[in-house]
C-alpha cells in the first residue's frame, strides 16, 4: 500500500507548490543545487523524483515563474539513459494528462521510460540551471542564497572558494571531493523550509581533493544488517559524514493485534552498486520473520527470496558481518547483477514477531524499535488509539481509521522508539 502521504505531497517540485492531480504523483524527492559564480544568479539543478500514479507514461514538471530555466536533460534512474521530454505549456499539459496543470504555467513534459507499474514506481532525474537573482544574489561581503524548499531532501553546493558564515535551518555540513562546501538537510516542515545561507568568499582558496566520493558518504549497500552493533571509537581521521539527505531508504510498519508480537512492513531502498546481484536482511536476535516477498518497483518484478538459519548461511557462503550462529537468520533477496550507471529500486516485505520489542502490557500495547532510516512510518492496529510516543512525530489518521506516526530523522544515527497506545473502547 502506497503511503498516503504521497496524495498530499504531490508535486512539491523545486520549492514550488503545483494543483494537485491523480495523474502526477510523486514520491521520494531530492533536490541538489550547485550554486555557480554568484555573478551569473544562477545554479545547477539536480532534481530526483519517483512517478507513483500506475499506468502513466509522462511526467510533469513545473518551470518555476520568474526563473530562468537553460541546460534541461532528464536521465531515468534505473537504465541511466536519457529520456525525451519537451516544455509545454498549461493548456498543453492538460491536453496531454495533468488535468489541473496551471494555464499560465509552463511543464518540463517527461516520457517515461516505461509505465508506472501497478504499486511500483517510475523514477527520473530532471537537470536543469536557473537563472533567479531573486534567490541567489550579492549582499555586500557576501552571497545570498534565498530560497523557501518544500522537498523533503535537499543539498546546496556553495561555490568554489565560499565558506558558509551562515545557515538558518539546522543543517549538515560536508566538503565535496573537490573542497567546495555542501549544506545539507531534510526538510521537517509541514510545508516549505525557509531557507537563507550566506557565505563570503575565502582569500585564499585551491581545488583540492581528499574529502570521501558521494559514493563514500552514502551507507554501503547491499545488506542491510538490523542487528544493533556496540558502539566503536574510530579514530577521528578515519571518521567519514554521511549524506543523510540523499539517503532514500524508507521503512512503514503496520502492528497487528499485540497479543500476536507480531507486525509486518515493506522497506525500499535503492540499489546503484556495479555487479551487486542480492540483497541481505539480518535478522534481529529475538525476532523471527516470515512471508519474505520482494520485488523490483521500477518494473513490478517479483524476485527470488529465501531465509537462511544457522549452518544453512555458512553454506551458501553468504557474508552477515559475523560469523554464523544457530540462532542467524537472513532473507537473501537475489536480483539480476546491476549494470554500470544504472540502479533498481527494490521493495521488500515481511512480517516480524517479537516478543521483547512488542507486547501487550498492563491493558497497553507497547512497541519500541531502533529505526536506523531517514524516514521511518508506524501504523497502530485498528481499533487503537495513541498515547505515548517517546520521539517527536507526525500524527494523522488513515482513510480506514488507523493512526499513523511518522517519524523522519535528520540525523545520521538511530532513534530509539517507544510507542504506547490503549484499545477504543
Same mark, same amino acid.
Given at each position: 500500500?502506497?503511503?498516503? *502521504? $504521497?496524495? &498530499?505531497?504531490? %508535486?512539491?517540485?523545486?520549492?514550488?507548490?503545483?494543483?494537485?492531480?491523480?495523474?502526477?504523483?510523486?514520491?521520494?524527492?531530492?533536490?541538489?543545487?550547485?550554486?555557480?559564480?554568484?555573478?551569473?544568479?544562477?545554479?545547477?539543478?539536480?532534481?530526483?523524483? !519517483?512517478?507513483?500514479?500506475?499506468?502513466?507514461?509522462?511526467?510533469?514538471?513545473p518551470i518555476r515563474i520568474g526563473s530562468i530555466a $537553460?541546460?534541461?536533460?532528464? %536521465?531515468?534512474?534505473?537504465?541511466?539513459?536519457?529520456?525525451?521530454?519537451?516544455?509545454?505549456?498549461?493548456?498543453?499539459?492538460?491536453? &496531454?494528462?495533468?488535468?489541473?496543470?496551471?494555464?499560465?504555467?509552463?511543464?518540463?513534459?517527461?516520457?517515461?521510460? *516505461?509505465?508506472?507499474?501497478?504499486?511500483?514506481?517510475? *523514477?527520473?532525474?530532471?537537470? /536543469?540551471?536557473?537563472?533567479?537573482?531573486?534567490?541567489?544574489?550579492?549582499d555586500g561581503d557576501s552571497v545570498v542564497f534565498d530560497r523557501p524548499l518544500g522537498i523533503t531532501r535537499n543539498t546546496v553546493v556553495l561555490p568554489p572558494g565560499y565558506e558558509l558564515v551562515a545557515c538558518n %535551518?539546522?543543517?549538515?555540513?560536508?566538503?565535496?571531493?573537490?573542497?567546495?562546501?555542501?549544506?545539507?538537510?531534510?526538510?521537517? +516542515?509541514?510545508?516549505?523550509?525557509?531557507?537563507?545561507?550566506r557565505a563570503k568568499q575565502l582569500a585564499d582558496w585551491t581545488p583540492h581533493s581528499g574529502a570521501p566520493s558521494p559514493a563514500e558518504r552514502r551507507p554501503s549497500p547491499g545488506t542491510q544488517v538490523t542487528a544493533e552493533p556496540a558502539p566503536r571509537e574510530v579514530p577521528m581521521e578515519n571518521v567519514r559524514v554521511t549524506d543523510r539527505a540523499v539517503q532514500d531508504r524508507e521503512?512503514? +510498519?503496520f502492528l497487528k493485534e499485540p497479543d500476536t508480537h507480531a507486525f509486518s512492513l515493506y522497506h525500499d531502498y535503492?540499489?546503484?552498486?556495479?555487479?551487486?546481484?542480492?540483497?541481505?536482511?539480518?535478522?534481529?536476535?529475538?525476532? $523471527?520473520?516470515?512471508? =519474505?516477498?520482494? /520485488?523490483?518497483?521500477?518494473?513490478?518484478?517479483?524476485?527470488?527470496?529465501? !531465509?537462511?538459519?544457522?549452518?544453512? %548461511?555458512? /553454506?551458501?557462503?553468504?557474508?552477515?558481518?559475523? =560469523?554464523?550462529?544457530?540462532?542467524?537468520?537472513?532473507v537473501v533477496i537475489r536480483f539480476d547483477p546491476v549494470k554500470k550507471g544504472q540502479s533498481v529500486r527494490l521493495r521488500i516485505e515481511e512480517t516480524y514477531t517479537d516478543p521483547a520489542r512488542y507486547a501487550l502490557i498492563d491493558g497497553q500495547l507497547m512497541w519500541r524499535r531502533s529505526l536506523g532510516r531517514p524516514r521511518n512510518d508506524m501504523v497502530l492496529p485498528a481499533g487503537w488509539y495513541l498515547t505515548r510516543s517517546s520521539i517527536p512525530a507526525v500524527v494523522r489518521q488513515e482513510t480506514d481509521g488507523r493512526t499513523r506516526l511518522v517519524f523522519a530523522n535528520p540525523r545520521p544515527d538511530s532513534l530509539d522508539v517507544f510507542v504506547a497506545a490503549r484499545k477504543r473502547r
Open positions: 500500500m502506497r503511503r498516503t *502521504r $504521497t496524495l &498530499a505531497r504531490v %508535486i512539491v517540485v523545486l520549492g514550488i507548490v503545483a494543483p494537485v492531480s491523480a495523474q502526477n504523483r510523486s514520491d521520494d524527492a531530492y533536490t541538489r543545487y550547485e550554486l555557480l559564480s554568484p555573478e551569473t544568479t544562477s545554479f545547477k539543478i539536480i532534481y530526483d523524483v !519517483t512517478a507513483v500514479s500506475p499506468g502513466v507514461r509522462f511526467f510533469f514538471n $537553460t541546460d534541461e536533460s532528464v %536521465i531515468d534512474l534505473m537504465t541511466g539513459g536519457p529520456l525525451k521530454f519537451e516544455d509545454v505549456s498549461g493548456a498543453e499539459a492538460r491536453d &496531454a494528462g495533468l488535468p489541473n496543470a496551471d494555464l499560465n504555467g509552463r511543464y518540463i513534459k517527461v516520457h517515461l521510460a *516505461r509505465p508506472v507499474p501497478e504499486g511500483g514506481e517510475g *523514477r527520473i532525474r530532471i537537470i /536543469k540551471t536557473y537563472k533567479d537573482p531573486k534567490s541567489y544574489f550579492r %535551518i539546522p543543517s549538515q555540513v560536508i566538503e565535496e571531493p573537490d573542497g567546495r562546501v555542501g549544506i545539507s538537510f531534510m526538510n521537517t +516542515y509541514p510545508g516549505q523550509a525557509p531557507l537563507v545561507l521503512i512503514v +510498519y535503492t540499489e546503484s552498486g556495479e555487479g551487486r546481484d542480492r540483497y541481505l536482511n539480518v535478522v534481529r536476535r529475538g525476532s $523471527t520473520v516470515s512471508n =519474505p516477498s520482494a /520485488k523490483i518497483l521500477d518494473t513490478g518484478e517479483k524476485l527470488k527470496v529465501e !531465509t537462511l538459519k544457522g549452518d544453512a %548461511i555458512t /553454506k551458501a557462503g553468504i557474508d552477515i558481518g559475523e =560469523p554464523a550462529q544457530a540462532d542467524s537468520e537472513v
